[in-house]
């Protein structure tokens, strides 16, 4: 198991860096991952008042 980190996530997620978004999805889908309560607190918080992704 695999402990990620917030920006691992937000590159899977927004697909902005095309080397580091492979890196992402290779962490992602291949392997079983644990996103810990704070990191996923964070990418809300970056998704929201970074990008501006609105909630629905």
């Known amino acids: 198991m695999q402990i ?6 937000l590159r899977y997620l927004l697909n902005d860096h095309a080397a580091h978004f492979n890196a ?6 291949n392997n079983t991952i644990f996103v810990p309560f704070e990191v ?4 809300v918080y970056v998704l929201e008042k970074v990008y501006q992704v609105l909630r629905n």
């Open 40 to 43: 996923a607190a964070e990418v």
């Open 4 to 9: 990620v980190d917030a920006n691992i996530i």
């Open 24 to 29: 992402a999805v290779e962490i992602i889908e």
